[in-house]
Structure formats: C-alpha cells, structure tokens
C-alpha cells in the first residue's frame, strides 16, 4: 500500500483560491493512480478528481470541472489539487487517495471516480470556505 499525507487546508473566503498537496510514500507511490475526495458533513464521501500514475490522463467531477486542477510530480512523490473560485459549497475534508495495483493498460479501464478502486486513503485536510 501507500501511504498518504495531505496538507494545504486552512480557511478561506469565497473567490480565493487554494492548493492541496498530498505526499505519496512507499514501494509503489510512483506507479499509483491518484485521487481526491472530500466529504462534507452529513454527507457522503465524493469523488474529486484523479490523475493517472504518468500524470497524462486526469479525470473530474462535473462539479469541478473548470476550477479544480489535478498535478502531480513523480520526482518528488507528491499530488496537487489546486482549487480555485472557492465557494461555501467546496467546505470539505479533502482526502487523498491512492491505487496501488499495478498499473492497468489504460487509465480509463477502471473507474476512478468509484471509492472501490482506491486502496489507500490520508487523513485528509480541512478546507472551510465563508462567504
């Protein structure tokens, strides 16, 4: 498995923007597809965005289309969510999750936007958003 260690939550106002960082530990963190996921209170745990273990293929929610950006940098082991035009509705856990199966032929082989595909999970970061 990997082992996963979120940071860059805090609390911020409405329009700002923000960038979640996530390190990425162990034998097969390199060759992990990686994703993100928030839960709000009372709700359940959804799918952000993931982004395949060369960095080629990203996928999103349709919720954030257009303002969440998936990176990631293998030299250094880490996944970036950089968000922007915060509104109340972002308010959130973030959680970064990892697959750390060999990797399949294709990015698009398996559904990443399923919480099932994921085998390693962080503790996640706060990120609450005032208007």
């Known amino acids: 498995q990997v082992q996963l260690v979120e940071s860059g939550g805090g609390l911020v106002q409405a329009g700002d923007s923000l960038r979640l960082s996530c390190a990425a530990s162990?034998?097969?963190?390199?060759?992990?597809?990686l994703g993100w996921f928030r839960q709000a209170p009372g709700k359940e745990r959804e799918f952000v965005g993931a982004i395949s273990w060369r960095g080629g293929s990203t996928k999103y929610a349709d919720s954030v289309k257009g303002r969440f950006t998936i990176s990631r940098d293998n030299a250094k082991n880490t996944v970036n969510l950089q968000i922007n035009s915060l509104r109340p509705e972002d308010t959130a856990v973030y959680y970064c999750a990892a697959d750390s199966r060999p990797p399949s032929l294709s990015f698009w082989s398996r559904d990443y936007g399923a919480l099932r595909e994921y085998d390693s999970w962080g503790q996640g970061t706060q990120v609450t958003v005032s208007s």
């Open positions: 162990g034998r097969t963190a390199s060759t992990s597809v």
